[in-house]
């Protein structure tokens, strides 16, 4: 059983930095696609970024150059790191991976894991 455990979110300021980690156990298939989702009250939950296993990454556009999605294979950890935050950068962050996989998008629906999530609040 696949399982994944964000940490790293906190309360910054506008312009600040967080790193988000989420650690991956229960998994041999070496074919995956590992991506961070937010979700804010009273929005639709949203892709941020994915990164396959041979490292091809993609993004939203809303974060392109502030945000990088990047993987430790040998640690199982996926990170995002995250600059310049904004106030509207505030939501629950995820962690989602869909092993093994054929393709590798932002859509929610492809991804059968989930972690529980971590917050992230930008302060103005």
């Known amino acids: 059983q696949v399982q994944l455990q964000e940490s790293g979110g906190g309360s910054v300021q506008s312009g600040g930095s967080l790193r988000l980690s989420c650690a991956a156990s229960?998994?041999?298939?070496?074919?995956?696609?590992m991506a961070w989702f937010r979700h804010s009250p009273g929005k639709e939950r949203e892709g941020v970024a994915a990164?396959?296993?041979?490292?091809?990454?993609s993004y939203v556009d809303f974060v392109k150059g502030r945000f990088t999605i990047s993987q430790d294979n040998a640690n199982n950890t996926l990170y995002l790191q995250m600059n310049n935050l904004r106030p509207e950068d505030t939501a629950m962050y995820y962690c989602?991976?869909?092993?093994?996989?054929?393709?590798?998008?932002?859509?929610?629906?492809?991804?059968?894991?989930w972690g529980q999530g971590t917050q992230v609040t930008v302060s103005s």
């Open positions: 989602a991976a869909e092993i093994p996989s054929v393709w590798c998008t932002l859509a929610a629906g492809d991804f059968g894991y």
């Open positions: 229960g998994y041999t298939h070496s074919s995956r696609c």
């Open positions: 990164i396959d296993s041979d490292g091809t990454t």
